[in-house]
């Protein structure tokens, strides 16, 4: 009896220190997890707030000096939270905190530490932020840059068709193309460059008459 005694003591210990060693472990992720997400907080914060469109990414083809406060991965990281979400990307400073402070909680507070993950519902921040999304209003400004390179007939006249469709809901398309007869019939207004330089600006009847326009773009 007493050796049984002895080895359930014993075996219990040894399930004692693994129970131990997980909630350990468990409580080490959540700190760590907490203090990254503080720093990608707080990094993405200035990033956002020292932006510069001059600065080198992947959208652009800059390579000036980076004015970003966070340097070359701030400047990227600004920029494609900008070009996924626009300003709404500020929304996931207020995301990333609340996830932060939860994990945080969750390593203060053992007994909630003890029940399982799934009753925390890690899914409000995520709705929060999907229904502040819906209320962003439409953009009123559009610019597209050559959508038209590159594609077939078909799909040039369906593109060019979205488009009419934008513009009758009252949005302005500022539109980037060197498909000329997509331009002549698509836009009221033209402003037509030549090496940088612009040479022609008005109504397209008036733009395609323009002698530098015609000896640039249409042959002499």
Not at 63 to 77: D, H, I, S, T
Not at 176 to 190: F, G, K
Request: proline share 6%.
């Amino acid at each position: 009896m007493a050796s049984r005694a002895l080895t359930s003591a014993g075996a219990g210990s040894r399930g004692n220190w693994r129970v131990v060693l997980r909630r350990a472990l468990r409580r080490s992720g959540e700190l760590i997890g907490a203090v990254v997400l503080f720093g990608a907080m707080l990094f993405l914060g200035v990033a956002l707030a020292t932006y510069h469109q001059t600065d080198p990414s992947i959208s652009t083809a800059a390579g000036g000096p980076v004015l970003n406060w966070m340097g070359l991965p701030g400047a990227w990281a600004a920029e494609r939270a900008l070009f996924l979400f626009g300003w709404v990307a500020v929304l996931l400073l207020p995301l990333l905190y609340v996830f932060a402070r939860k994990l945080w909680r969750l390593a203060e507070e053992e007994d909630d530490a003890e029940l399982p993950h799934l009753h925390q519902r890690w899914w409000r921040p995520l709705g929060v932020l999907a229904f502040a999304m819906t209320l962003v209003p439409a953009p009123r400004v559009l610019m597209l840059d050559e959508p038209m390179a590159g594609v077939n007939p078909v799909v040039v006249e369906r593109l060019a068709g979205h488009i009419r469709e934008l513009h009758a809901e009252g949005r302005t398309i500022v539109l980037i193309e060197h498909n000329l007869s997509v331009v002549m019939t698509l836009c009221q207004r033209l402003m037509v460059l030549d090496h940088g330089q612009k040479i022609a600006e008005g109504p397209p009847a008036e733009v395609r008459e323009t002698p530098a326009v015609i000896e640039a773009y249409f042959g002499s």
